[in-house]
């Protein structure tokens, strides 16, 4: 009996600003799955929508443990579209929602290498919705900084649950993934630390986490989706780098006026 179960399309949006040719890349991801027995399809369409063409496009579809790849498309032209078509047999022990995971990876004329993310879900017998589920926020980035989220259980029980921070390949995270027990009907701050390894200024980047857990037998996911912006790194505040120093000088300096100014009243007086 083959079952095909079909799944709401996500869709994600990569952009950059060329600086050199005054161009842009921006890479428009769908991403959709589906279920035909125990063979999971994912079906990516990748349309340029920027002004400027994209070379060696790459598909990399991430299910459990497995990575699905795409063939390479040498050149992606303005308003073109690169689709992939990949399945797999599904491996799970759980009935449950679970995650897919896309990169879409391609250059620029420069050849300078650029990441870009999508995400689905899908669910194995039983559909179930998460009783966990965390807010983020969009972030500023220019060498380090914080993703800070909140998490939310709204059942009685308690829960451990996995927390996986998903970035691009030019992004990195100190910790990547969190394991964390969550109170019933409470909420809990957290955040992962992420670096700015390649990623070039005025690129926006979607990035996700996604919140996992098991219970009664069943898996549970939630996704929470977000974007970082990469901007210039900030130069040292000159004050704060030699703020004591220039305290101490200018103290240093106050004394000396004084000094002279009673010196000078006193010859007067004289």
């Not at 842009?24 to 990748?46: C, F, R, W």
């Not at 996704?223 to 004050?239: A, L, R």
């Given at each position: 009996?083959?079952?095909?179960?079909?799944?709401?399309?996500?869709?994600?949006?990569?952009?950059?600003?060329?600086?050199?040719?005054?161009g842009?890349?921006?890479?428009?991801?769908?991403?959709?799955?589906?279920?035909?027995g125990?063979?999971?399809?994912a079906?990516?369409?990748?349309?340029?929508?920027?002004?400027?063409?994209?070379?060696?496009?790459?598909?990399?579809?991430?299910?459990?443990?497995?990575?699905?790849?795409?063939?390479?498309?040498?050149?992606?032209?303005?308003?073109?579209?690169?689709?992939?078509?990949?399945?797999?047999?599904l491996?799970?022990?759980?009935?449950?929602?679970?995650?897919?995971?896309?990169?879409?990876?391609?250059?620029?004329?420069?050849?300078?290498?650029?990441s870009?993310?999508?995400?689905?879900?899908?669910?194995?017998?039983?559909?179930?919705?998460?009783?966990?589920?965390?807010?983020?926020?969009?972030?500023?980035?220019?060498?380090?900084?914080?993703?800070?989220?909140?998490?939310?259980?709204r059942?009685?029980?308690?829960?451990?649950?996995t927390?996986?921070?998903?970035l691009?390949?030019?992004?990195?995270?100190?910790e990547g993934?969190?394991?964390?027990?969550?109170?019933?009907?409470?909420?809990y701050?957290?955040?992962?630390?992420v670096?700015?390894?390649?990623?070039?200024?005025?690129?926006?980047?979607?990035?996700?986490?996604?919140?996992?857990?098991?219970?009664?037998?069943?898996?549970?996911?939630?996704?929470?989706?977000?974007?970082?912006?990469?901007?210039?790194?900030e130069?040292e505040?000159?004050?704060?780098?030699?703020g004591?120093?220039?305290?101490g000088?200018?103290?240093?300096?106050?004394?000396?006026?004084?000094?002279?100014?009673?010196?000078?009243?006193?010859?007067?007086?004289?």
């Amino acid at each position: 009996m083959i079952k095909r179960l079909f799944f709401f399309p996500m869709l994600s949006l990569f952009f950059y600003n060329t600086p050199s040719f005054a161009g842009i890349l921006k890479m428009e991801i769908n991403t959709k799955v589906s279920l035909e027995g125990d063979i999971l399809k994912a079906g990516i369409n990748v349309k340029n929508k920027g002004n400027e063409p994209a070379y060696s496009a790459n598909i990399t579809v991430i299910i459990g443990e497995k990575k699905l790849k795409s063939d390479i498309k040498k050149e992606l032209g303005v308003n073109e579209t690169f689709s992939a078509h990949l399945k797999t047999p599904l491996r799970v022990k759980l009935p449950g929602r679970y995650p897919l995971i896309v990169y879409v990876y391609f250059y620029d004329a420069n050849q300078y290498r650029f990441s870009a993310l999508s995400y689905n879900t899908y669910f194995y017998n039983e559909d179930v919705n998460s009783a966990v589920f965390a807010k983020g926020e969009n972030i500023t980035l220019g060498e380090q900084g914080k993703l800070k989220l909140k998490i939310f259980n709204r059942d009685e029980k308690d829960k451990d649950i996995t927390l996986r921070l998903i970035l691009p390949g030019e992004l990195s995270a100190g910790e990547g993934e969190k394991k964390l027990p969550i109170k019933g009907r409470s909420k809990y701050d957290t955040s992962f630390s992420v670096t700015n390894l390649s990623a070039l200024e005025d690129a926006k980047y979607p990035v996700f986490t996604i919140l996992e857990y098991e219970e009664n037998g069943r898996h549970f996911t939630s996704i929470t989706p977000g974007k970082i912006k990469i901007v210039k790194k900030e130069e040292e505040n000159i004050f704060k780098k030699y703020g004591v120093i220039l305290a101490g000088l200018g103290i240093i300096l106050l004394i000396i006026f004084i000094f002279l100014q009673l010196v000078k009243q006193f010859k007067e007086i004289s």
